[in-house]
């Protein structure tokens, strides 16, 4: 049987996108006939179903461990950098996210479980550590014993890829092994847009293929049934506008923006105007700028915004994107000018309308597929009130969009694009 190794040191419960997107691959995988080992966290859930996939939990530390160690030394200056901050009045970075031993752990598990040139290994969401971790296991290993790796990331290099401090000289690796011939035939990478391929494409000696986020439509009639208990739960009347944003409340995405959004709209406009803002803390807890959006929010007249501020089951958080009317992605020009986004992916498959931020890839998406683009609170407010005004037009455009987008994007294709293109080098190289 033909087997594929899923790693992910993060995986571990269903924050973040890690477990949607291994689950998503998973299912692609086994429609091809492949069996599926999860390299997962030790800390891993066994809650999680596991979609009839191995798990194996083996690495010791997640990207989200080294953030929350850096946070730690970050909070506790000694006496000597605390005098130096009091003379200087100036304050030194942030010290880097120590590294988690993911090499190690991978190359242990690779012994463990025999990963050998029949098997491959796929990480859809490589980092900062893992894409260095993985050109070297490929440097010093014989190209005939080795598996193939399909390695995908969300992230951009310059300046917004997790534990990036590693990426100097990547290009030159990347070079080596162009000249062993290990790429397009032991290492194969993507990124999780067109966008962002093109951008990787420019910066590194390799071609890097799009392999977008697997998109699933929901059931006929879910989004009504999800519309009725979101309303009963926070007693809104059935025809409410619903503005939602999803996910963890960070600055990254432009939570610290919110309230001023909410601010320009309500000074604007009358009638059955609702934000529900899943503002649930991120995993290294919430910085004080997002604190003060939240007491702002709070303090608004009952009713303008709806605060969820702990994490959501599946289900809520399905409920929260299902009935919604517009999709709020207010993300940072500089940190998603490229960079994927899974909540993109969530809100076009659902047939939701998206209002994101201008020049960037959630901003290009909605461009797109019907949605609208921003750049201040003043022009976000006049968005979600142009969506408000032709509230129909933009619902069914939106849902004329989500067949195609979930046509191109399907979880069924997830996984045979990786196997296409080895075909594809196989029959240049051929």
Request: with cysteine; glycine share 6%.
């Amino acid at each position: 049987m033909k087997r594929l190794f899923i790693v992910d040191p993060s995986l571990k419960d269903i924050r973040g996108h890690h477990y949607m997107m291994t689950r998503e691959a998973t299912r692609s995988a086994q429609q091809l006939g492949f069996d599926v080992v999860w390299l997962c966290s030790e800390g891993f859930s066994g809650a999680l179903d596991a979609e009839k996939a191995t798990v194996a939990p083996v690495f010791r530390s997640s990207m989200y461990d080294a953030y929350i160690s850096q946070q730690q030394q970050a909070k506790k200056p000694d006496l000597l950098t605390r005098l130096k901050r009091k003379l200087t009045g100036r304050r030194d970075a942030p010290p880097p996210a120590p590294m988690g031993g993911f090499f190690e752990d991978l190359q242990s598990a690779m012994a463990q479980w025999e990963i050998g040139p029949e098997d491959r290994i796929l990480l859809h969401t490589a980092d900062g550590e893992s894409l260095p971790a993985v050109a070297r296991i490929i440097r010093e290993t014989p190209l005939e014993a080795l598996p193939v790796f399909h390695v995908a990331t969300p992230y951009d290099p310059v300046g917004v890829m997790p534990k990036r401090q590693v990426m100097e000289g990547f290009e030159q690796t990347l070079e080596q092994l162009k000249e062993a011939g290990a790429l397009g035939r032991k290492l194969f990478l993507y990124a999780e847009n067109a966008y962002l391929a093109e951008h990787l494409s420019q910066l590194w000696p390799a071609t890097v293929r799009p392999l977008p986020i697997p998109a699933s439509a929901p059931e006929a009639n879910a989004c009504d049934a999800a519309r009725t208990r979101l309303c009963e739960k926070l007693r809104l009347q059935p025809d409410s506008f619903l503005i939602v944003s999803l996910g963890s409340a960070r600055l990254e995405k432009g939570f610290q923006h919110i309230p001023d959004i909410v601010a320009h709209v309500f000074e604007r406009a009358t009638g059955d105007i609702r934000f529900i803002l899943h503002a649930s803390p991120q995993i290294v807890g919430r910085d004080p700028k997002i604190t003060e959006a939240i007491n702002r929010l709070q303090a608004r007249p009952e009713g303008q915004a709806h605060l969820l501020l702990e994490p959501l089951s599946d289900d809520d958080y399905q409920d929260l994107l299902l009935a919604s009317d517009v999709v709020l992605l207010p993300y940072g020009e500089h940190e998603y000018r490229v960079r994927g986004s899974a909540v993109v992916t969530e809100a076009l498959a659902a047939g939701k309308t998206i209002v994101a931020t201008a020049n960037t890839y959630p901003g290009k998406a909605a461009h797109t597929h019907g949605g609208l683009t921003a750049d201040t609170p003043a022009s976000f407010a006049d968005a979600i009130l142009e969506v408000y005004g032709a509230r129909a037009a933009f619902s069914a455009r939106a849902k004329n969009e989500r067949e195609n987008f979930v046509a191109a994007n399907s979880m069924e294709s997830y996984w045979r694009r990786c196997l296409d293109a080895e075909r594809e080098e196989n029959s240049s190289s051929g």
